[in-house]
Every structure is written in C-alpha cells, then in structure tokens.
C-alpha cells in the first residue's frame, strides 16, 4: 500500500566525519514535528548515525564525497529516512548486513546494518559497485496528541 | 576531556562523556589505551553516565578496551549505562562479552 507523501527535505552535506553529528541532528529536528517519545528519537538519530558513518568510512574510502539525506513524512506517522552516497558500492550486500561483518579496521564494530535493522521498522539497501549506495529505512511512530500527519 | 579518571581502591574508574559516534571514537580509544597502558588496571570500570549519545562506534571503543585489559589479565565492567547507549548494546548482543551493569 502507498501512503500519501506529507512532506520531504533533502540536505546534502561532505563526507566528513564532523557531519554525522550533524545529520543526526537534522533528522532528529524533521522528525520533531512527530511529536515522538525520546526513545523514538533516540532510535531515528541512532539509525541514522550508523547509515552515515557507513556512507563516511566506506563510500568513500580515499576522498571525500557527496552524501544525500532524503527526509520523508507519510501519513500514518511514518518517517523515511534514505542515505545516498556515490561511492564505491558494497559487491554483497547480504554479507555486508551480516552481524559483526565489517571491511572496516577495529574502530568499526560490524554492527552498523543490525542496529538499523533493530531500531526501524523497515531496512532497503540498494548498491552498485562503483556506483553507489543508498540505504532506505523507516519508522511508524506512535501516534500521540497534538502529532503532524 | 572525554574521559575522566579516579581510583577506588584496586578498580581504576574512567568515566566516558559526551557523544561517542565514529568522528570522536578514535581519539577515545587511544586515550583509554594510553591510560590501560600507563596503569595496569586488574579491574576497569567504565562509566557511562555522562555519554549523551553512542552508536556502533562506542562497542569498537568498548571491546578494544576490552582486549587490552584482558591481555594484562584485568577484568572489564561497564556501568552507568544510559537508555540510549543501552539499546545500541543489548540490539549488538554486546552483554554476552562484557559485564553490563
């Protein structure tokens, strides 16, 4: 079922370690207007941590790149959250949202796909070697007086 | 400074503040591992009480201290733990490895 698209914002920032901060935060302001709980929020901006951190150490391993952050409202209290970035792109998705599965060094924990997959109610990964990947994720929020959409 | 030290006996406390995500990961763990190698703790506490916001990052900084301490055959204990940096925890089964408050 397709539900009515309410509202949207894309911000689109460098791939540098200091927006993560950042983008946790934006996500976190759009999703305000939900009138979450804080655990819900704390989920939205720990979701999003992790999809941008990944966009940030693995994208773009060796220069800075573009990463895309599509922020979407749908009635019935749904938040989307899509990053998007043009970098080299996972060969195996699959293995790459495997639990403790990581190409990264020891300051990564390969924990980054399961907290997603944990703190939202939906996870889409679409990669293209060379070309990129865009990770989609979404949440209902419970819905409470005074809530937009 | 993210990382505040007390004694307390034979337990060495370190107490981790702030937002502990992959931009300020790093340079937490080298702190804390300049600090195991400098004291030697047999028992290392780390508290989280002031940690504001944690994710996957914060489990790489909690086992490498994890990995050191063991290799001087110290013991690892968390404590403190808030909310949020609690679920990241318990979603990454990370309480099977090291003792959880």
């Not at chain 1, 679409?126 to 994720?137: D, E, L």
Request: aromatic residues 4%.
């Amino acid at each position: 079922m397709k539900s009515e698209l309410l509202d949207q914002t894309v911000i689109v920032f460098s791939s540098r370690s200091a927006n993560e901060g950042f983008a946790r935060a934006a996500a976190a302001c759009f999703a305000a207007r939900l009138d979450p709980t804080l655990d819900e929020l704390a989920d939205v901006k720990t979701a999003v941590s992790e999809a941008v951190t990944n966009a940030i150490v693995h994208a773009y391993p060796d220069r800075l790149g573009k990463v895309t952050m599509r922020l979407r409202l749908y009635a019935g209290n749904v938040l989307e959250v899509q990053i998007k970035d043009s970098g080299v792109g996972i060969p195996d998705v699959e293995k790459a949202r495997e639990p403790l599965y990581t190409t990264g060094n020891e300051e990564r924990s390969g924990m980054g796909f399961t907290i997603m997959e944990s703190f939202m109610d939906s996870l889409k990964v679409r990669s293209a070697v060379g070309k990129g990947t865009a990770v989609t994720m979404r949440k209902r929020f419970a819905r409470r007086a005074g809530a937009a959409g | 400074m993210p990382v505040t030290v007390t004694d307390e006996g034979s337990a060495l406390t370190a107490a981790l503040s702030g937002e502990i995500d992959h931009h300020g990961a790093k340079a937490m763990m080298n702190e804390l591992g300049e600090l195991i190698a400098a004291r030697l703790p047999r028992r290392l506490v780390l508290d989280l009480s002031g940690v504001t916001f944690m994710d996957s990052s914060g489990i790489a900084v909690l086992l490498r201290a994890l990995r050191e301490v063991d290799r001087l055959g110290g013991t690892l204990r968390v404590t403190n733990i808030p909310a949020q940096a609690r679920r990241v925890l318990d979603a990454a089964g990370v309480g099977r490895l090291i003792t959880l408050d």
